[in-house]
């Protein structure tokens, strides 16, 4: 199923001001329209029934009343209608008389009326419709006389049908004319609605333009703060959080340099005293077969050790010079598998320690001094700490922006295990913790692994399903300086 996209900010802030606006107006249209109609049929159905009141009373009735006095009288009534003309019934006994001599009865009086009139004795009225539709208010008042102070019916009851038609039709015109303006007011509504919006969303957006300038690096980025809303607020709390992330790493960036530029200092000023150390201790390999074993041993340990000391020393040099950006490609074109060749031979690992398969004419612009410290980093961590023989392939692959060397190290040992895997390449890392004093040092691979990037290329680690660990050098044919 096919995800909807959600609505933006703006979107959603100019609706939520709209649907405001229109339950504000459509709640202010209900409430007048209800006091506007009940107001107009109140005035109506009072005028009416004190009317009809006011002249039943004025009547003179003598009993027992012929129905030709009764048709009198309700055709005297019938001319005095108020506010609109009626049409007036009266009923005494079984006599039903009306204003209109062919309809002695209505059928839009109800028997609950007539219960309610005879029963009480008093005015009472209804709204009611005919069976068209059309409004109507009935009002029943009894003919009454009073004797001796007590009042008493004279069994005559006079009915009026008043139209409610003018009526309906003033409420119908306030709801076309309140449906009418309520387009335009919505219209009008989202002139507003747009100002609020701009003015809630320019912060928004002046914060993530700042933001995104942050995560570029550009600490110095501070949004002006304006007003003294909550907006304004965030905007301050934003200046302050970057004005301390700036500090932070300011100071990170000053200790890091500061760590740098020790342990090349300390690096540089090691290199002449190992030079000297590494001097003796070729002059006293030499003579070591005529000493006693002790001595011997002793001398032995002392030279392969200050050979160590100075590997750790050249590589902590080299990593200064990565961490530094001092490093520098010399390029050169160079043929692949005649690179390849050079590194085994200089190392004397021979074919039946490491297989080759290297094509012809495959050539490469890149650095070979720093092309021979990858392929002999690679290989070497594989005779070492994987097994014999190694499998060194040497291929090219289409790329975006050309062709690609591409190499792939595999060794035939047990592979690599799972939780080292993601720090293969990590400085100083040894997959077994507690060999603290093996040959490496553990900057072996991370050397490799900036070489490579310097030449634009990328390194990989993994497993073989068949079994063994497996490198591969991904990087251009034609580096960039």
């Not at 129905?67 to 009626?86: A, N, T």
């Not at 995104?212 to 965030?234: F, M, P, S, Y």
């Not at 700036?246 to 760590?259: G, P, T």
């Not at 021979?372 to 014999?388: K, P, Q, Y």
């Amino acid at each position: 199923m096919r995800r909807i996209a959600p609505l933006g900010l703006r979107t959603r802030l100019i609706a939520a001001f709209l649907l405001v606006a229109a339950i504000s107006a459509g709640t202010t249209a209900a409430l007048t329209y209800q006091q506007a109609r009940n107001a107009i049929l109140k005035q109506t159905q009072d005028t009416a029934v004190s009317t009809l009141r006011d002249q039943v009373e004025q009547q003179e009735i003598r009993l027992p009343l012929e129905q030709q006095e009764l048709q009198r009288i309700v055709i005297e009534l019938g001319k005095r209608g108020k506010p609109h003309p009626w049409i007036i019934f009266g009923e005494y006994g079984g006599v039903r008389v009306s204003t209109n001599p062919g309809t002695p009865t209505s059928t839009v009086i109800t028997d609950s009326l007539r219960d309610r009139v005879r029963n009480n004795q008093y005015a009472a009225f209804q709204r009611v419709e005919d069976q068209r539709g059309n409004p109507w208010l009935t009002i029943g008042v009894p003919a009454v006389f009073e004797h001796n102070g007590f009042t008493e019916s004279t069994g005559v009851v006079f009915y009026a049908s008043v139209p409610l038609s003018t009526e309906k039709q003033t409420v119908e015109a306030m709801v076309e004319a309140a449906q009418q303006g309520a387009v335009p007011g919505l219209a009008i509504a989202v002139v507003p609605a747009l100002l609020a919006a701009r003015s809630v969303l320019r912060p928004v957006r002046d914060m993530r333009r700042a933001a995104q300038k942050l995560g570029r690096g550009r600490l110095d980025t501070r949004i002006e703060v304006r007003g003294a809303d909550e907006l304004a607020g965030l905007a301050r709390t934003f200046n302050e959080t970057a004005r301390a992330l700036e500090q932070s790493v300011r100071e990170l960036q000053e200790a890091e340099v500061r760590a740098r530029r020790f342990a090349s200092d300390v690096s540089h000023e090691l290199r002449t005293p190992l030079a000297g150390m590494l001097a003796v201790t070729e002059v006293l390999d030499e003579d070591a077969a005529r000493l006693d074993a002790d001595t011997a041993k002793a001398l032995r340990l002392v030279s392969a050790e200050t050979g160590k000391l100075a590997v750790l020393v050249e590589d902590l040099m080299e990593i200064s010079r990565f961490d530094a950006r001092a490093a520098e490609l010399n390029l050169d074109d160079v043929d692949i598998a005649e690179a390849v060749r050079k590194t085994l031979e200089r190392r004397h690992w021979d074919d039946a320690r490491v297989v080759t398969e290297l094509p012809h004419g495959v050539r490469a612009r890149l650095d070979p001094r720093r092309f021979d410290v990858i392929l002999a980093n690679l290989v070497g961590n594989a005779l070492r700490h994987g097994g014999a023989p190694v499998h060194v392939t040497v291929g090219t692959v289409p790329g975006e922006d050309g062709e690609r060397l591409l190499i792939d190290v595999a060794d035939s040992g047990p592979g690599i295990a799972a939780e080292v895997l993601p720090h293969i390449f990590d400085r100083f890392f040894k997959a077994d913790a507690a060999r603290t004093r093996s040959a490496g040092s553990g900057l072996g691979l991370a050397i490799t692994l900036e070489n490579v990037r310097l030449h634009g290329g990328t390194l990989q680690a993994g497993n073989r399903p068949e079994g063994g660990a497996f490198f591969t050098l991904d990087m251009p044919l034609e580096a960039q300086v």
